[in-house]
Structure formats: structure tokens, C-alpha cells
């Protein structure tokens, strides 16, 4: 189907095995889920990952922080100049806290 943007939102799964993967060339890590650089990119230039596809199954909360984040990215990758007003409250390698 062709297309200019397609955006998954599929909670606490993590990513299937399924043949846009490889397609994209894109493996899961050892945890399962998709690896991303600093801004959020995958291996495979404009494709981006967030949430339970990029952390594994977590909060909801994490899952919103990352998405906002993501949009940042995206806008920034979209933008000529390279640059986004919107928030980005995490870093992909964000972790919580711990007592």
C-alpha cells in the first residue's frame, strides 16, 4: 500500500517477528526490542522506534515520555534546519529510578 508515513502504536507486545524487519534490516537485541541511536533512529535511516518496541513492555508513562521524545526527533529529522520546538523529556537510554 503505498504511503508517506506509516505510525504502529501497538502496546505491551514488543516487536512481532515479521517480515518488515528484515526488510528494513532491523534486528531485535537480546532483550527483543529495537535498538535506536541518540535521536531515536533506527539502523535503517527515517525509521524511528518508541515504547514497547524500543524499551520492552513498560509503563504507560514511559511509553508517552518516549513518544513525545520520538516526535521531537522526527520533527527535527523533518525539518530543513534541523531544529523542533517540541518537548523531548527523554533520552533513549533513559532509566528509572531506583530506591
Same mark, same amino acid.
Given at each position: 500500500?503505498?504511503c508517506?508515513?506509516?505510525l504502529?502504536?501497538?502496546?505491551?507486545?514488543?516487536p512481532?517477528?515479521?517480515?518488515?524487519?528484515?526488510?528494513?534490516?532491523l534486528?531485535?537485541?537480546p532483550?527483543g526490542?529495537?535498538? *535506536?541511536g541518540?535521536?531515536?533512529?533506527?539502523d535503517?535511516?527515517g525509521?524511528?522506534? *518508541?515504547?514497547?518496541?524500543?524499551?520492552?513492555a513498560s509503563?504507560?508513562?514511559?511509553?508517552?515520555?518516549?513518544?513525545?521524545?520520538?516526535?521531537?526527533?522526527v520533527?527535527?529529522y523533518?525539518?530543513?534546519?534541523?531544529s523542533?520546538?517540541?518537548?523531548?523529556?527523554?533520552?533513549?537510554?533513559a532509566?528509572p529510578?531506583?530506591?
Amino acid at each position: 500500500m503505498p504511503c508517506d508515513l506509516v505510525l504502529f502504536s501497538i502496546g505491551f507486545t514488543g516487536p512481532d517477528d515479521m517480515p518488515l524487519l528484515p526488510r528494513l534490516g532491523l534486528e531485535r537485541n537480546p532483550k527483543g526490542s529495537i535498538g *535506536c541511536g541518540s535521536d531515536w533512529q533506527t539502523d535503517a535511516p527515517g525509521v524511528f522506534v *518508541c515504547g514497547d518496541a524500543h524499551r520492552g513492555a513498560s509503563l504507560i508513562v514511559w511509553a508517552i515520555a518516549e513518544g513525545r521524545s520520538v516526535a521531537a526527533a522526527v520533527d527535527r529529522y523533518l525539518d530543513p534546519a534541523g531544529s523542533t520546538d517540541l518537548p523531548a523529556p527523554l533520552h533513549p537510554n533513559a532509566v528509572p529510578l531506583s530506591a
